[in-house]
């Protein structure tokens, strides 16, 4: 069973070496090694699927801000709406120049686009995102794979150990 590394998914430059310290034989770890790096792949395939319900957050607000200006296209300047200040709190407001929107890229830094631009990119980033959660999604299974057999590894030493265990007593009764 090959096992990858959570260093190789934290820091991609360093895979290959992630990959040859991670090909190991289950079969000679003990019972305690096992269970830590059971555990180990536990806490990993948790952050990893924190880190996917993420990105499905993130698709959805790209999703909803493409709509948005899809929308705004055929609209004029002065319209009254209502603009959202948090989730659950909206404010009366006007619309404003409609031929440009403010698009937010990350880090405190926005550019301004045409609404149909913002579209465009809005589009390119829910692909971008899917692309990654579709990868993200084959580490966790690989992941859930490799707990699997490290459990079934687990089990099959203690049922060892228990059955030697037994056979001492009977020499010993």
Same mark, same amino acid.
């Given at each position: 069973?090959?096992?990858?590394?959570?260093?190789?998914?934290?820091?991609?430059?360093?895979?290959?070496?992630?990959?040859s310290?991670?090909n190991?034989? #289950?079969?000679?770890?003990?019972?305690?090694q096992?269970?830590?790096?059971?555990?180990?792949?536990?806490?990993?395939?948790?952050?990893l699927t924190e880190?996917?319900?993420?990105?499905?957050?993130a698709?959805g607000?790209?999703?909803?801000? =493409?709509?948005?200006?899809? /929308?705004?296209?055929?609209?004029?300047?002065?319209?009254?709406?209502?603009?959202?200040?948090?989730?659950? #709190?909206?404010?009366?407001?006007?619309?404003?120049d409609?031929? $440009?929107?403010l #698009?937010?890229? =990350? $880090? =405190?830094?926005?550019?301004?686009?045409?609404?149909?631009? =913002?579209?465009?990119?809005?589009?390119?980033?829910?692909?971008?995102?899917?692309?990654?959660?579709?990868?993200?999604i084959?580490?966790?299974? /690989?992941?859930?794979k /490799?707990? $699997?057999a490290v459990?079934?590894?687990?089990? /099959?030493?203690?049922?060892?150990?228990?059955?030697?265990?037994?056979?001492?007593?009977?020499?010993?009764?």
């Amino acid at each position: 069973v090959q096992l990858l590394g959570a260093a190789a998914l934290r820091r991609p430059r360093d895979h290959t070496r992630a990959m040859s310290a991670s090909n190991m034989n #289950l079969g000679a770890l003990s019972p305690q090694q096992l269970q830590g790096l059971g555990e180990s792949l536990e806490q990993d395939i948790q952050q990893l699927t924190e880190s996917l319900a993420s990105l499905q957050k993130a698709v959805g607000r790209y999703h909803t801000s =493409g709509r948005a200006m899809e /929308q705004m296209n055929g609209e004029e300047e002065g319209k009254e709406m209502l603009v959202p200040l948090t989730s659950s #709190l909206y404010v009366p407001g006007r619309l404003g120049d409609v031929s $440009t929107v403010l #698009l937010d890229i =990350g $880090t =405190g830094y926005f550019v301004e686009k045409k609404p149909m631009d =913002g579209v465009d990119y809005c589009k390119r980033k829910v692909m971008l995102l899917r692309d990654n959660m579709e990868k993200l999604i084959e580490v966790i299974n /690989q992941k859930r794979k /490799q707990s $699997t057999a490290v459990s079934q590894t687990f089990q /099959q030493k203690m049922a060892q150990m228990n059955e030697q265990q037994g056979k001492r007593n009977e020499v010993g009764a």
